[in-house]
């Protein structure tokens, strides 16, 4: 039963739907890399060359070269099914139908945005001991979680960024209400968004977006944030007791390849089972890794529930 034949009337109002975020926020903002039958790669160059002075005489050349290497892993299949009697779906509303093609896509949106954010922590807990060229193994944590983010912590974190010589976008996703809590900074409130236009959240109006300083810095729902003390849980209102990571990258520091992101779900009679009900089903294969320890920051400061002026 193709996707096409739910779609063909249209009424006033569509379903009540507890709100959720519809994902794909974050698609464009990291590194591609290459698939191989099914491995991801993503090279990686460390080392300098480094000019030296001629002494006037006939010498030997002094070659240099660069440490490449090549961060290699497994892509991960994903999945999502629903099921519908086939007797139901001859009365349901055309709403109906396109509110379970709208959750089976947002399905596959999170878990784009989810590989991203569990890419980005297991970097900061693990680091990569294999990255060439010498230096930082391990992202740097700014915060130890027992003070409200502040916008000199924002101002450390890509300040140590820039330092590094990256001259790349940088983007921190961050709560809604982290983002308040920094719009009680004149200097902040009065900042707009600076960055590409073409990105999912620059496009989406939903998503509140400043670029401070060279960094872009969105407020996504709540859900995207399960890391820390207080994470997310389905059904809440307000933050528990405790802090929330969040992270800073530059678009090279990080890989994401998903190369196979199936939103459009396939319907089919689920042949064997009483009734022939319909099997609906989306996939997704990818993968994501932390590539550059200097190009990634972790924040770790206080979930809030409300804002404080600052002194």
Same mark, same amino acid.
């Not at 236009?197 to 620059?202: R, T």
């Given at each position: 039963?193709?996707?096409?034949?739910?779609?063909?009337?249209?009424?006033?109002?569509? %379903?009540?739907?507890?709100?959720?975020?519809?994902?794909?926020?974050?698609?464009?903002?990291? !590194?591609?890399?290459?698939?191989?039958?099914?491995?991801?790669?993503?090279?990686?160059?460390?080392?300098?060359?480094?000019?030296?002075?001629?002494?006037?005489?006939?010498?030997?050349?002094?070659?240099?070269? $660069?440490?490449?290497?090549?961060?290699?892993?497994?892509?991960?299949?994903?999945?999502?099914?629903?099921?519908?009697?086939?007797?139901?779906?001859?009365?349901?509303?055309?709403?109906?139908?396109?509110?379970?093609?709208?959750?089976?896509? &947002?399905?596959?949106?999170?878990?784009?945005?989810?590989? &991203?954010?569990?890419?980005?922590?297991?970097?900061?807990?693990?680091?990569?001991?294999?990255?060439?060229?010498?230096?930082?193994?391990?992202?740097?944590?700014?915060?130890?979680?027992?003070?409200?983010?502040?916008?000199?912590?924002?101002?450390?974190?890509?300040?140590?960024?820039?330092? %590094? #010589?990256?001259?790349?976008?940088?983007? /921190?996703?961050?709560?809604?209400?982290?983002?308040?809590? $920094?719009? /009680?900074?004149?200097?902040?409130?009065?900042?707009?968004?600076?960055?590409?236009?073409?990105?999912?959240?620059?496009?989406?109006?939903?998503?509140?977006? +400043?670029?401070? &300083?060279?960094?872009?810095?969105?407020?996504?729902?709540?859900?995207?944030?399960?890391?820390?003390?207080?994470?997310?849980?389905?059904?809440?209102?307000?933050?528990?007791?405790?802090?929330?990571?969040?992270?800073?990258?530059? &678009?090279?520091?990080?890989?994401?390849?998903?190369?196979?992101? +199936?939103?459009?779900?396939?319907?089919?009679?689920? %042949?064997?089972?009483?009734? !022939?009900?319909?099997?609906?089903?989306?996939?997704?294969? #990818?993968?994501?890794?932390?590539?550059?320890?200097?190009?990634?920051?972790? $924040?770790?400061?206080?979930?809030?529930?409300?804002?404080?002026?600052?002194?």
């Amino acid at each position: 039963m193709p996707v096409e034949a739910w779609f063909k009337e249209k009424i006033r109002d569509d %379903v009540a739907t507890r709100l959720q975020s519809r994902g794909g926020l974050l698609d464009g903002t990291m !590194k591609t890399g290459e698939n191989i039958a099914g491995t991801v790669k993503f090279p990686i160059a460390g080392g300098r060359i480094v000019m030296y002075k001629l002494s006037g005489a006939i010498e030997e050349v002094r070659p240099q070269g $660069l440490d490449i290497d090549v961060v290699s892993l497994q892509a991960t299949d994903y999945t999502a099914e629903a099921t519908i009697r086939n007797q139901d779906s001859m009365r349901q509303t055309p709403s109906y139908q396109a509110e379970v093609a709208g959750a089976m896509a &947002k399905s596959v949106r999170m878990k784009r945005d989810g590989l &991203k954010f569990d890419a980005l922590n297991a970097f900061c807990n693990t680091g990569n001991a294999n990255i060439p060229g010498g230096g930082p193994t391990t992202p740097k944590t700014i915060g130890d979680g027992t003070a409200r983010i502040d916008l000199t912590d924002v101002n450390k974190a890509s300040a140590q960024i820039r330092g %590094v #010589g990256s001259d790349e976008e940088v983007y /921190w996703p961050i709560p809604f209400m982290w983002f308040e809590q $920094l719009c /009680w900074y004149k200097e902040f409130a009065s900042k707009d968004y600076q960055g590409d236009k073409d990105l999912p959240f620059a496009q989406s109006g939903v998503v509140d977006k +400043k670029t401070w &300083k060279g960094v872009h810095i969105m407020a996504l729902p709540d859900e995207h944030f399960t890391y820390g003390t207080a994470p997310w849980v389905q059904g809440q209102e307000e933050w528990s007791a405790g802090y929330i990571d969040t992270f800073m990258w530059t &678009k090279s520091a990080v890989g994401c390849e998903t190369f196979w992101s +199936k939103e459009q779900m396939d319907i089919n009679e689920w %042949v064997g089972k009483a009734g !022939k009900p319909l099997l609906c089903d989306t996939a997704l294969s #990818g993968a994501a890794v932390g590539l550059l320890p200097e190009g990634v920051k972790r $924040l770790r400061f206080l979930a809030i529930n409300d804002t404080v002026r600052p002194s």
